[in-house]
């Protein structure tokens, strides 16, 4: 029992930290607008991550590309780790580093958005995509734990949840997630 009340006490209280923090609301706010933009201009939304971040990004771009709340036209939104074809041949041939950078090169236009998630914000393969992503005029959005790492000076838009613990930054990051599709949904498709 004390496991499961500890677990549920530090994720509320990482949520509290959220929600006290100004800036960070700003920012949450700031990244569903220019998804807005994005979307409203023709451009596309991209997402990615690894492990538990990648199934995070996969539920995230489910949620523009599918619905949210309510039935509406689908959003183009996308996580890039689905097509594991592609991910395993790259991968093989050039390295699980590049597997993300090289679908920005090859799929990416000036003014898509990038939404690369890491609890650590130091994974390889994301950092790589951003900086792929700056030469292409992509506008990037990390999700990461405190301190950012190393996408914090990479990243547009800097949604680092005040945690270290990999479990609360995930949680957080699925809430803030959840949030910003709500915003981009009511948005993009409001209701009379």
């Known amino acids: 029992m004390d496991t499961i009340i500890r677990s549920i006490t530090e994720s509320i209280a990482t949520k ?18 220019v998804i807005v933009k994005a979307l409203r201009d023709g451009k596309r939304i991209l997402w990615c991550g690894n492990g538990g971040s990648a199934a995070d990004a996969q539920h995230l771009a489910a949620e523009l590309s599918g619905r949210f709340y309510y039935d509406r036209p689908p959003l183009n939104s996308e996580a890039m780790h689905c097509n ?49 992503a700056k030469e292409l005029g992509v506008i990037t959005v990390a999700m990461t734990g405190a301190t950012g790492g190393e996408m914090k000076a990479m990243a547009d838009y800097l949604l680092n949840v005040p945690s270290d613990d990999t479990p609360r930054i995930q949680e957080s990051h699925i809430m803030l997630g959840h949030i910003i599709c709500e915003i981009v949904e009511a948005q993009m498709f409001p209701r009379v």
């Open 16 to 33: 509290q930290q959220i929600l006290n923090n100004k800036p960070l609301l700003e920012t949450i706010q700031a990244v569903a607008d």
């Open 84 to 132: 594991t074809s592609y991910m395993t041949a790259v991968a093989n041939d050039y390295g699980y580093d590049l597997i993300y950078a090289r679908m920005i090169d090859g799929a990416c236009k000036p003014g898509d958005v990038l939404v690369g998630i890491s609890t650590s914000g130091n994974s390889k393969n994301i950092c790589n995509a951003f900086r792929k």
